[in-house]
């Protein structure tokens, strides 16, 4: 029973490039979610998606930053012309449902923009 | 606004109990979480407690929890080298909310 998958594990950008985090949820889970971990901090939450929709971007910096959970295939974080401020590991989750269930990680992926 | 602090830095010696303290915000939590991060590694849950509860015990944890000061600990006993890591408390479920909020790290370093 595969966990959430996350890849590439690890990224290197150069600066104005673009970046595409892929995430694929826990079998069964139909709810996705992005929460970005800058160097030294916590966790924070980015977006949360169902298949084709998405559903809270609240937490998403306004320009440059996409996210998408097709109906086939797996979810996609798209950065834009990355800078540097970007570096950071990029964590997905997924849940079953979204009321009071817990939401499970996977294992991030790391992004660093030289 | 919603917020969840932690202590930087603890340090241990191998054998001795480790005491992770956190304090939150947002009464209306449902779930409390603590979550173990390595170096470079993504995040393992290791326990959570539901917002009705004092205390859960799971073989060397145990969470506390106290609603009316908001504050949350999670002790380590016997504490070896490889629970080096860093500990993140967060909060979440609120409203089946997926917002989890997370503090910004416990690092335990465990001498031996």
């Known amino acids: 029973n595969a966990g959430v998958m996350q890849n590439p594990r690890h990224l290197v950008r150069r600066r104005g490039q673009e970046a595409r985090l892929r995430c694929s949820p826990m079998k069964g889970h139909s709810h996705v979610y992005w929460y970005r971990q800058l160097p030294e901090e916590g966790l924070k939450f980015m977006v949360y998606l169902q298949k084709e929709n998405i559903i809270d971007e609240s937490g998403m910096p306004k320009e440059r930053f996409s996210a998408e959970f097709p109906k086939e295939g797996p979810s996609i974080l798209r950065i834009q012309q990355v800078v540097r401020g970007d570096s950071a590991a990029y964590f997905c989750?997924?849940?079953?449902?979204?009321?009071?269930?817990?939401?499970?990680f996977g294992e991030g992926s790391w992004l660093t923009v030289v | 606004g919603e917020d969840v602090e932690q202590s930087l830095f603890l340090s241990v010696r191998e054998g001795d109990s480790s005491v992770i303290n956190c304090t939150y915000t947002d009464s209306s939590s449902t779930y409390l979480y603590w979550y173990k991060q390595e170096p470079g590694a993504g995040l393992q849950l290791l326990t959570y407690?539901?917002?009705?509860?004092d205390m859960k015990q799971d073989q060397r944890l145990t969470v506390l929890l106290n609603k009316k000061d908001k504050h949350l600990s999670l002790r380590i006993a016997d504490t070896q080298t490889g629970d080096s890591a860093i500990y993140f408390c967060a909060e979440g479920g609120t409203s089946g909310t997926y917002k989890y909020i997370f503090g910004t790290g416990t690092r335990l370093k465990v001498l031996a």
């Open positions: 407690i539901f917002s009705n509860m």
């Open positions: 989750a997924s849940s079953p449902a979204r009321s009071g269930n817990t939401i499970y």
